[in-house]
């Protein structure tokens, strides 16, 4: 009789864990489109203001100006003639902005996302509110740097030229037993100038190769073939 009463006690408690599992297990799926929606904004904002810092601190360190990127040349009129970009000082400044990206981002093991409790109600009168419950985040990236340039009208016989740095973070967050990639580009101005009189009526664009690093691609912007 009384083993009886210590089996039929058993089962009790673990149907009482096993329905507790369950509740958990529920909410816990229920939660994860919050804990996610959260932690994606977080890594957003992380990956953005680290691509931010990385050109702010290589651009200042190598104190770079417009005549380091690019050069022009005159003609005997005074007029613009062509337009250079040291190609190896493009390629240095986009391994380095790209090593500074991940080492920013690698400093921190993990990251921390708070969701107040309220929110995962998911109702618009309680978002917000409650008591903040902590996640652990990690956050693997791969930066990827590029350099365009653009120009635009500043007045008569006045041309801005403007060259940026393009970065694309591509990576994943894990948070919560879930994993999610992630996405992110940005850009800044790394030099620009005004060039002041006539602009050439053609520019030339060398693209390298990926393969051997030489010329693989050019083109010729604004030639008249005759």
Do not use: W
């Not at 089962?11 to 959260?38: D, E, G, H, N, W």
């Not at 602009?199 to 190769?209: C, G, H, K, L």
């Amino acid at each position: 009789m009384q083993k009886r009463r210590k089996n039929s006690l058993k089962i009790k408690i673990i149907a009482i864990l096993l329905c507790i599992t369950v509740l958990l297990s529920v909410c816990y799926f229920k939660m994860q489109p919050v804990i996610m929606r959260f932690a994606v904004s977080v890594a957003e904002t992380i990956m953005l203001n680290s691509a931010n810092e990385a050109v702010i601190k290589i651009l200042e360190e190598n104190n770079v100006t417009y005549s380091d990127i690019a050069r022009l040349s005159l003609n005997d009129n005074g007029y613009v003639s062509s337009l250079e970009i040291d190609v190896y000082e493009i390629n240095n400044l986009k391994s380095r902005i790209s090593n500074e990206t991940a080492r920013i981002i690698e400093e921190k093991e993990y990251f921390e996302v708070s969701i107040p409790i309220g929110t995962f109600l998911g109702n618009t009168y309680t978002a917000g509110f409650g008591p903040k419950v902590k996640f652990k985040m990690q956050l693997t990236t791969t930066a990827f740097v590029d350099f365009s340039h653009e120009f635009r009208s500043a007045g008569i016989n006045q041309v801005l030229h403007i060259i940026n740095v393009d970065i694309n973070i591509g990576g994943s967050l894990i948070i919560a037993g879930f994993n999610r990639g992630i996405n992110v580009k940005t850009s800044a101005i790394a030099a620009q100038t005004v060039i002041v009189g006539a602009t050439p009526d053609a520019f030339t664009n060398v693209i390298e190769s990926e393969k051997d690093n030489t010329g693989g691609l050019i083109n010729d912007y604004g030639a008249i073939v005759e």
